[in-house]
């Protein structure tokens, strides 16, 4: 059974603790808090604890600092996680689990996290829950996490405590929403009680009535990796029919993916024909289904398939680029999508490095790029101030992530105007179309066939 909610405030009595407050882990945390539970966080990192402390979002995500001031001195967060651990009712372990050599997903980060949960849970007498949130190789829950669960803490996982298998679906940007509002709710469980104790605290705090989907952790893990691989092949499905559309004149990828996704069997999400998939899962977890498919003697091509597609994505369009000028390039956005500072395998941000690489001038902007402490730098690649700025001083300019404030940018200001040559404007995700028309610049719309309908 679940802790019954307070019977004056009505809130729940469910104390929860979650290790690793990162894009994923913070966020969260402060949803949970939110939502009427009393939250420790904890990271080993004293700066995002402090953070956490004051109220302040350790990492950039949309909302977080509302959604922190409304946690009324529910969240607080220490770096001891056997402490944390013995407080609460429910343990979330959302470390980074960095992709290994092979393709799979490392767990140095969640070990040792396993190893202090069992010396915590070793002098705990009352029932508890550990979920595992972390993106994990099929077979980790019910392998290598138990089994150090178990021999630190000398208990066993379903007669004396609970362990299950969430992945959450979110993308960074719309983390909150994700995770308040998600379509379904996986739940890997180790017995009932388990799964139960985690679906009453998700029912408490989605604001949506998602499916549920409770089964064994293995395959819990399998459609995690499943859903996103799923995904990032619809995704590149569409960039290869806007690659056709390009080659056939009058064609247009939008107006054949928005009847593609008519068709119940398909619908309409992820099918914009435009950059390749990037950011912090798509690309890992594609690669991991691979692994795992090899690994078990299956034909790992289509997942492979997929990932070299994407990958090569990134030189086809340095090279289009590279066709169309000899001056400088502008790149408009380097993050792998809107509302997030992350350039981790984004297009944007890949095209760059690959420019340079080649030895070409490249000045970039992006609002959110270098506003925390992320996000690696490339060499020679210069920031512009503004988005202004990177158009008036390139002669090709690459919009690659479609930021809404892109498209305040006028006609006249994306032109080139008196004797100059017409400044090419390449429109991955076709946000400034009317510029066809727009004396000044030499428009191409990825996915559009000359004189596109
Ligand atoms: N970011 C996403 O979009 C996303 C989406 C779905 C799933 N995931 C998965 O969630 C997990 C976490 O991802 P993230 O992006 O939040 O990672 P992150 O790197 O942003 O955060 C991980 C946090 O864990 C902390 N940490 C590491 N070891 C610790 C320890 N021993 N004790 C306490 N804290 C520790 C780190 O300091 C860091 O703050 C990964 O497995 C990832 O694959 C991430």
Redo the contacts with the bound molecule.
């Keep these: 059974m679940a802790p019954a909610p307070d019977r004056r405030s009505g809130r729940m009595s469910m104390k929860a603790c979650v290790?690793?407050?990162?894009?994923?882990?913070s966020p969260l945390a402060a949803c949970l808090a939110a939502k009427g539970l009393t939250v420790i966080g904890?990271?080993?990192?004293p700066k995002?604890v402090d953070a956490i402390n004051q109220q302040k979002p350790p990492?950039q995500e949309p909302g977080l600092s509302e959604l922190l001031a409304q946690t009324s001195g529910r969240l607080t967060a220490v770096t001891d996680?056997e402490g944390a651990v013995r407080q609460s009712d429910i343990t979330f372990i959302?470390?980074?689990?960095p992709s290994d050599a092979a393709g799979g997903?490392s767990l140095r980060?969640v070990e040792?996290?396993s190893q202090a949960i069992g010396r915590a849970l070793a002098s705990k007498s009352e029932y508890h829950v550990v979920c595992l949130?972390?993106?994990v190789m099929p077979g980790t829950t019910g392998g290598s996490v138990r089994e150090l669960l178990e021999k630190v803490s000398g208990k066993r996982v379903g007669a004396d405590f609970g362990l299950c298998y969430s992945?959450?679906f979110?993308?960074?940007g719309s983390?909150i929403r994700d995770f308040l509002n998600p379509d379904m709710l996986l739940i890997g469980e180790s017995d009932k009680r388990a799964g139960d104790f985690l679906q009453s605290l998700y029912v408490q705090v989605c604001e949506n009535k998602p499916a549920l989907a409770r089964m064994s952790f293995v395959n819990a893990e399998i459609t995690k990796l499943a859903v996103n691989t799923y995904v990032t092949t619809k995704i590149s499905y569409a960039n290869m029919l806007a690659r056709i559309c390009e080659q056939l004149s009058g064609a247009n990828v939008d107006v054949i993916t928005a009847a593609l996704g008519l068709d119940t069997r398909i619908g309409p999400k992820y099918l914009k024909g435009a950059v390749s998939y990037g950011?912090?899962?798509f690309p890992?977890d594609n690669l991991a289904l691979a692994q795992l498919a090899q690994q078990l003697g299956v034909p790992p091509d289509l997942a492979q398939t997929v990932d070299r597609f994407n990958r090569a994505q990134i030189s086809w369009l340095a090279d289009l680029v590279q066709s169309r000028t000899g001056g400088v390039v502008g790149i408009l956005g380097l993050t792998y999508k809107v509302g997030t500072d992350v350039v981790e395998e984004a297009a944007g941000f890949l095209l760059a490095e690959e420019l340079v690489g080649r030895g070409m001038k490249v000045l970039a902007f992006d609002p959110a790029y270098g506003n925390g402490s992320r996000g690696p730098a490339v060499e020679q690649l210069c920031c512009a101030a503004s988005a202004l700025e990177c158009i008036e001083k390139s002669d090709v300019v690459v919009l690659a992530t479609s930021w809404p404030e892109f498209n305040a940018i006028t006609g006249a200001q994306w032109a080139r105007s008196g004797d100059h040559k017409p400044r090419t404007v390449i429109d991955c995700w076709r946000t400034v179309k009317f510029l066809r028309n727009q004396p000044g610049v030499d428009y191409f719309g990825l996915g559009m066939g000359e004189g596109f309908a």
């Design positions: 290790i690793g407050l990162g894009k994923l882990g904890v990271d080993n990192d995002k990492v996680v959302v470390v980074s689990t997903f980060y040792p996290v949130t972390s993106t992945p959450e979110i993308a960074l983390v950011g912090p899962c890992r």
